[in-house]
């Protein structure tokens, strides 16, 4: 069965670091896009990044522009997301979600989540 | 940037009763239209997509509808374990993918 296991999450001081990862298990990951959401306290969901099977398309949300950067290891079954210059208003559950195909489609799986707060 | 519209925030239905969740997009998006379901403390959990298609092991209550701008899900006869925080999201032009901001199913 598919799983994501997200970690990484934790307390940061506002214009810290912090990566995510993602394991994924129970499919090819090699042959699926990846995505990055995630849901401020009480709040929706919003998409942050995307990437594709192989690597070679990212895309990010403009809230993320410039400090957030999405990668993987296919080799790991691993997704990444390197996020910097953290802000008070990036406090959420950062969940990891497997596309449906290579990318532009649904998200058929969901991770558990990995909480981040920054704060000071 | 397509925006995503959910009506009501909240709907209080009985059990055995049925529940209509409606979502507008800001602009067509043919049918590339998921539902997803969040109770409290879980992930997202995909429920439909292709705005009609269940996903693997939803049960027949959940049905979706409608295509281009206007799009329903349906729950035809309310569970408890039904209570639950429902969105919908747009995939076909992205970036970025973006998703209503929910409505929040309670039990009655």
């Known amino acids: 069965q598919v799983q994501l296991v997200e970690s990484g999450g934790g307390v940061v001081q506002p214009g810290g670091s912090l990566r995510l990862s993602c394991v994924a298990s129970g499919f090819k990951f090699s042959d699926y896009g990846m995505h990055w959401v995630r849901q401020a306290p009480g709040k929706g969901l919003e998409w942050v990044a995307f990437?594709?099977?192989?690597?070679?398309?990212?895309f990010y949300a403009d809230s993320v522009k410039g400090r957030f950067t999405i990668s993987r290891g296919n080799s790991k079954n691993t997704l990444y997301l390197q996020m910097n210059s953290l802000r008070t208003e990036d406090t959420a559950v950062f969940y990891c979600?497997?596309?449906?195909?290579?990318?532009?489609?649904?998200?058929?799986?969901w991770g558990q989540g990995t909480l981040v707060t920054v704060s000071s | 940037e397509i925006v995503m519209t959910q009506s009501p925030a909240t709907l209080s239905v009985s059990p055995g009763e049925r529940a209509t969740l409606f979502c507008r997009a800001s602009q067509t998006v043919s049918s590339n239209l998921a539902w997803y379901q969040q109770k409290p403390g879980q992930a997202p959990r995909l429920l439909i997509y292709g705005a009609s298609t269940r996903a693997t092991g939803i049960p027949a209550r959940f049905s979706g509808s409608g295509s281009g701008t206007e799009f329903t899900l349906t729950i035809s006869s309310l569970q408890s374990e039904d209570s639950a925080a429902y969105y919908c999201q747009q995939y076909d032009d992205w970036p970025p993918w973006t998703f209503g901001q929910g409505t929040k199913v309670e039990i009655k």
């Open positions: 990437i594709r099977d192989d690597g070679s398309r990212k």
């Open positions: 979600a497997k596309d449906r195909y290579l990318g532009g489609d649904h998200f058929d799986y």
